[in-house]
């Protein structure tokens, strides 16, 4: 099972941008799909981003749609989320996550992903 951490979190104003990297170990990362979920205080754990093993992206949250980018690089065994024009509605704590054979209609869902990190904390100021 692969293992996953994640960096990049950090206090920015509204409307700065932040890359969030996950790096994977101990697994065969270019046959995950990997995710990126948050959570907000009090609330559950929200979709972002997904990007599949060959490289397909599904569409993205609605509320990040036009401002986040999810990519990988299967040579670093790393995932990446650009978040550009940050809001303080963004503040949470990220989360990437991997999965092996997640179906398309599934990518959304928290429980097709069985690896996880511990999160990487964003706070967005206004």
């Known amino acids: 099972q692969v293992q996953l951490g994640e960096s990049g979190g950090g206090s920015v104003q509204a409307g700065d941008s932040l890359r969030l990297s996950c790096a994977a170990s101990g697994g065969t990362f270019s046959s995950y799909t990997m995710g990126w979920f948050r959570q907000a205080p009090g609330k559950g754990r929200e979709f972002v981003a997904a990007i599949t093993w060959s490289g397909h992206i599904p569409p993205y949250a609605d509320s990040v749609k036009g401002r986040f980018t999810i990519s990988r690089d299967n040579a670093k065994n790393t995932v990446y989320l650009q978040m550009n024009s940050l809001k303080p509605e963004d503040t949470a704590l990220y989360y990437c996550?991997?999965?092996?054979?997640?179906?398309?209609?599934?990518?959304?869902?928290?429980?097709?992903?069985?690896?996880w990190g511990q999160g990487t904390q964003v706070t967005v100021s206004s």
């Open positions: 996550a991997a999965g092996l054979l997640v179906i398309d209609r599934a990518l959304r869902r928290p429980n097709s992903y069985n690896s």
